[in-house]
């Protein structure tokens, strides 16, 4: 695979571990504190 491929699939996760990290942030505010964890744990799984 190329490095265009790599930097594609690199781009698709921040964007997703964005999306995560603004649940968790909205969960977090309602007091959702296990949910809000739990999307803050897949974050830091997509930015690794």
Same mark, same amino acid.
Do not use: G, H, T
């Given at each position: 695979?190329?490095?265009e491929y790599y930097i594609a699939l690199a =781009?698709? $996760?921040m964007e997703r571990a964005g999306e995560?990290?603004?649940?968790?942030?909205?969960?977090l505010d309602r007091g959702a504190y296990k949910s809000?964890?739990?999307r803050a744990l897949s974050?830091? =799984?997509?930015? $690794?």
């Open positions: 695979m190329d490095e =781009k698709v $996760r995560l990290l603004a649940e968790a942030e909205n969960l809000a964890n739990n974050y830091l =799984k997509i930015i $690794r």
